[in-house]
């Protein structure tokens, strides 16, 4: 009997395991003194937020050519820290042009005063309302960040954002801002076919009867984000700034940054683009090489390569 009793015991527990990993588990606090980021990360019913250990250290001053951007941006992040009003942002326009760098340096700038980062993953967002529910009593100021943000049709995130933003009936708390990243302002794709008319086809009777609606939908998400700050492509003369200041920034003296400018611009021709990502892969590759070579052939000589502002994700800059 007593042998029996064991086994289905045993059993039991087997099935109790199993049932904890597939049904939903509820999201636990970290602990907040252990990083000032944080990265969401979901697996299964399983969800949790790790601490990131090696932040990026990428300040404002790092950033150049984006002075406009990195005004509003910081203004409006410091009215949050302080307390005051502060909006949604949504940062869009040309690929490695800082948009990413700017929040990073933004965290790094106001940590100290109790900004606090989240990054959230587009296929995690609709357990946004979790993550508010989790920081909503907390002393710090949230940052939510979604990096490279757009939707394909259909995608659940899409209409959770959108109600995180404005619309859901629970409001946001007041310490728990959303900031994304996009090459493209409107955040789902849009057709030619979304601005025809009505049309009436025998043969299919499925047509859009209103197909203005279709195109509002589709750009409602981006207008619900209050501030949009645009970046922009660099000019040849904005792109050689920042490769000398990312080249100064890894140790080249003035005579060595001069004669980096030709290699810095086949370096950006190869890559088909002139960016800050760009500029600093260039100076990155040039100061490794100059330090591995140390008195063999001259900087100027240096053979082109390769993409520029620091790169993205919260890890090294």
Same mark, same amino acid.
């Given at each position: 009997?007593?042998?029996?009793?064991?086994?289905?015991?045993?059993?039991?527990?087997?099935?109790?395991?199993?049932?904890?990993?597939?049904?939903?588990?509820?999201?636990?606090?970290?602990?907040?003194?252990?990083?000032?980021?944080?990265?969401?990360?979901?697996?299964?019913?399983?969800?949790?937020?790790?601490?990131?250990? *090696?932040?990026?250290?990428?300040?404002?001053?790092?950033?150049?050519?984006?002075?406009?951007?990195?005004?509003?941006?910081?203004?409006?992040?410091?009215?949050?820290?302080?307390?005051?009003?502060?909006?949604?942002?949504?940062?869009?326009?040309?690929?490695?042009?800082?948009?990413?760098?700017?929040?990073? @340096?933004?965290?790094?700038?106001?940590?100290?005063?109790?900004?606090?980062?989240?990054?959230?993953?587009?296929?995690?967002?609709?357990?946004?309302?979790?993550?508010?529910?989790?920081?909503?009593?907390?002393?710090?100021?949230?940052?939510?960040?979604?990096?490279?943000?757009?939707?394909?049709?259909?995608?659940?995130?899409?209409?959770?954002?959108?109600?995180?933003?404005? %619309?859901?009936?629970? @409001?946001?708390?007041?310490?728990?801002?959303?900031?994304?990243?996009?090459?493209?302002? *409107?955040?789902?794709?849009?057709?030619?076919?979304?601005?025809? =008319?009505?049309?009436?086809?025998?043969?299919?009777?499925?047509?859009?009867? *209103?197909?203005?609606?279709?195109?509002?939908?589709?750009?409602?998400?981006?207008?619900?984000?209050?501030?949009?700050?645009?970046?922009?492509?660099?000019?040849?003369?904005?792109?050689?700034?920042?490769?000398?200041?990312?080249?100064? *920034?890894?140790?080249?003296? =003035?005579?060595?940054?001069? @004669?980096?400018?030709?290699?810095?611009?086949?370096?950006?021709?190869?890559? =088909?683009?002139?960016?800050?990502?760009?500029?600093?892969?260039?100076?990155?590759?040039?100061? =490794?090489? %100059?330090?591995?070579?140390?008195?063999? @052939?001259?900087?100027?000589?240096?053979?082109?390569?390769?993409?520029?502002?620091?790169?993205? %994700?919260?890890?090294?800059?």
């Amino acid at each position: 009997m007593s042998d029996a009793l064991d086994a289905l015991l045993r059993r039991a527990d087997a099935l109790l395991s199993r049932l904890e990993a597939v049904l939903p588990q509820p999201l636990t606090p970290p602990d907040w003194e252990a990083a000032v980021a944080f990265r969401y990360r979901k697996r299964g019913a399983s969800a949790r937020l790790e601490a990131v250990r *090696h932040l990026s250290t990428i300040r404002l001053d790092d950033l150049k050519e984006v002075e406009p951007q990195k005004e509003r941006l910081l203004r409006n992040t410091r009215q949050f820290v302080q307390g005051q009003p502060a909006n949604n942002v949504l940062l869009t326009g040309a690929r490695g042009t800082g948009k990413s760098s700017l929040i990073k @340096a933004c965290l790094n700038e106001f940590a100290d005063q109790g900004l606090r980062l989240i990054e959230v993953d587009k296929a995690d967002l609709v357990d946004l309302p979790d993550l508010a529910d989790l920081v909503a009593d907390r002393p710090e100021r949230f940052v939510i960040f979604c990096d490279d943000l757009s939707f394909d049709e259909g995608e659940a995130g899409y209409k959770a954002l959108k109600s995180m933003l404005d %619309g859901s009936v629970a @409001a946001a708390t007041d310490n728990l801002l959303i900031y994304a990243t996009s090459n493209r302002r *409107h955040l789902l794709p849009e057709q030619m076919k979304d601005n025809l =008319g009505y049309t009436h086809s025998e043969r299919d009777g499925n047509v859009e009867v *209103h197909p203005g609606e279709a195109v509002e939908e589709k750009i409602s998400l981006s207008e619900r984000f209050g501030l949009w700050i645009s970046f922009y492509s660099f000019s040849q003369q904005e792109y050689l700034a920042i490769v000398a200041q990312w080249l100064s *920034h890894f140790g080249l003296d =003035g005579a060595r940054i001069v @004669a980096a400018r030709q290699p810095a611009l086949v370096w950006a021709l190869e890559r =088909g683009s002139r960016s800050g990502r760009v500029a600093y892969q260039f100076a990155r590759d040039l100061a =490794g090489r %100059g330090a591995a070579d140390e008195g063999a @052939a001259p900087v100027a000589a240096a053979p082109a390569s390769t993409d520029g502002d620091a790169p993205e %994700g919260l890890d090294h800059v």
